[in-house]
């Protein structure tokens, strides 16, 4: 590259989003990643000619006219096709018996609801009218985020003040505000794996804004999403930029108080320079992997690491041969509850008769229109505790030693045994699995404590000045999920709120 305007270091949606947009207002963006695919979170990966998502099962807001599906289109020049895969999206099923379906339609969800529960049916609609006032409440706040610190300081309590209200209540306490009924309290907590923490530590604010990113239905990119890296790499590059994988970044170039580019983890530690730098890369591994130890000790930093990282997670993939709809499989994500308590959200995996309180089961293959043949994926993610991952933390992937492999193979099993009790017929089709933990999590997409989400959504998360573009740094700035929200949608507001604060004639697009 001749000239290099700003460097974006970390390719997830995050990454992606800003530099796309960035890309499209006319700079050269030279985008680093360390792993050797880009995407983040939204990589995919191959075993024996099956492919997996690694962290997209279903978005929400794609219907044309939605601004989540006007930014993602103004930022792949229209290249993605999102695919309403069908019209219930995901449906819980409890213990007992109970199935409730959530349709892609939210006036048909509620009336669902009200049948079963008709005692509630003013709390019913208490809830609904709180979920959308929460979630409306986001707009002054991510607006204040764009405003120069200083002026935040005073403009943010008048801008923010209902999202303030609404971002400080827990999802526990508005829901049990609005019904009385503990049944229908777990249904309307059930999406909480969506965002992380169980009701009683949860925001409301991310609550809201996920049931209702939801409440039209849920989407899938067509040809898998692989797609999202594939074609904002084209815009990037359309615009000069470049993007480069294997390329991890080692810390940040400083001159005096600026930053002034990133120095590459290689043998000859290779420096790149720039105007901007942009980490995208999620702030607590900025603050730790970065920046100078020094760093740490500043205010800034302190506000931002005593933040909790959000929960951490195992995955199965599978991969099916034949007609897996005859075993119950469906385009629509399917969450198994052991229990009807939300706040039971840990797999306890120290205990070897422990089984996971919920599993998420969903089958990429069935809601991509693109995908002909008869050789299907699965997917099932449940949540554990980091700390009984830990004392292998820092070892190498595939060298963490037999110990490892032991505990590893020993859970996969009971959670084959487990997912195979909800659905005994999809054994018969299974061909292969796999098994990820939150220390794959953290080599492939360098998530500090294997964190799904990042950091955790919590009202002190939404209180933390310090989660927006802006840094104590100057020409550098902080972009993807933890300035925007969690979730595929989340980071990419976060990567066009850095973007527009760098360059505010973006906005002018979304009119
Ligand atoms: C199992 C799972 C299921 C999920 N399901 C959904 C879903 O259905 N819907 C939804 O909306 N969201 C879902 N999510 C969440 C969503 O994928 C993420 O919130 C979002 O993609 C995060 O984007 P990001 O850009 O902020 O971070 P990331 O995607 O984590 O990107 C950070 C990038 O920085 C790179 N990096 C880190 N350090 C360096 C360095 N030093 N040098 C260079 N590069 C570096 C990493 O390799 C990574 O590519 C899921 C996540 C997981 C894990």
């Avoid at 859970?411 to 990820?436: A, I």
Wanted: glycine share 8%; proline share 5%.
């Amino acid at each position: 590259m001749e000239k290099i305007d700003t460097i974006v270091i970390g390719s997830g949606m995050g990454g992606l989003a800003c530099s796309a947009a960035l890309a499209r207002a006319g700079q050269r963006v030279l985008l680093l990643e360390q792993h050797y695919v880009a995407g983040g979170m939204t990589h995919t990966f191959k075993r024996k000619g099956y492919v997996w998502d690694v962290g997209v099962h279903c978005l929400g807001e794609m219907d044309e006219g939605c601004y989540p599906r006007k930014i993602l289109d103004w930022l792949t020049e229209g290249r993605v096709t999102m695919h309403k895969y069908d019209h219930v999206y995901d449906s819980f099923t409890f213990t007992d018996g109970t199935k409730i379906d959530l349709p892609g339609d939210r006036e048909e969800y509620f009336a669902n609801l009200k049948s079963k529960f008709p005692k509630e049916i003013e709390g019913i609609e208490a809830y609904k009218t709180a979920v959308n006032k929460a979630a409306k409440s986001g707009y002054g706040h991510f607006f204040s985020q764009l405003l120069p610190t200083v002026l935040s300081r005073f403009l943010t309590p008048i801008l923010a003040y209902k999202f303030k209200y609404w971002s400080q209540l827990t999802t526990k306490e508005v829901v049990e505000k609005c019904v009385k009924t503990p049944e229908l309290r777990a249904i309307l907590t059930a999406q909480w794996g969506y965002y992380g923490p169980p009701p009683s530590k949860s925001s409301f604010y991310i609550h809201a804004v996920t049931v209702r990113h939801f409440w039209y239905g849920g989407f899938y990119p067509v040809g898998g999403a692989q797609v999202f890296a594939e074609e904002m790499i084209k815009t990037i590059e359309a615009a000069g930029g470049k993007v480069m994988t294997r390329t991890p970044v080692k810390e940040l170039l400083f001159e005096d108080d600026k930053v002034v580019g990133v120095v590459i983890a290689n043998e000859t530690q290779t420096k790149f320079y720039a105007p901007v730098t942009i980490s995208a890369v999620g702030a607590r591994a900025t603050i730790k992997n970065l920046l100078p130890a020094t760093a740490q000790q500043t205010t800034w930093a302190k506000n931002i690491l005593k933040l909790k990282q959000s929960p951490c997670h195992v995955a199965l993939y599978l991969g099916f041969q034949g007609d897996i709809k005859a075993a119950g499989a469906r385009a629509s994500n399917q969450w198994f509850y052991e229990s009807y308590d939300m706040e039971k959200t840990e797999w306890n995996v120290h205990d070897a008769n422990s089984i996971a309180p919920i599993l998420y089961v969903s089958f990429p293959s069935l809601k991509d229109p693109k995908h002909k043949s008869e050789m299907h994926t699965g997917e099932v993610v449940t949540f554990v505790p980091y700390d009984a991952f830990e004392k292998w933390h820092g070892t190498n992937v595939r060298k963490r030693g037999d110990d490892y492999l032991q505990f590893k193979k020993d859970l996969e099993e009971r959670l084959l045994n487990q997912l195979f009790k909800w659905m005994p017929d999809l054994k018969k089709y299974l061909v292969f699995h796999e098994f990820s933990t939150p220390l794959s999590t953290e080599f492939y997409c360098r998530a500090p404590q294997g964190a799904i989400y990042g950091i955790s959504p919590t009202p002190e998360r939404f209180r933390t000045r310090e989660l927006r573009p802006q840094t104590p740094y100057k020409n550098f700035y902080l972009t993807g999920s933890d300035v925007g929200t969690l979730g595929v949608v989340g980071a990419m507001v976060g990567g066009l709120l850095t973007a527009a604060k760098l360059r505010p004639k973006i906005w002018k697009e979304f009119r």
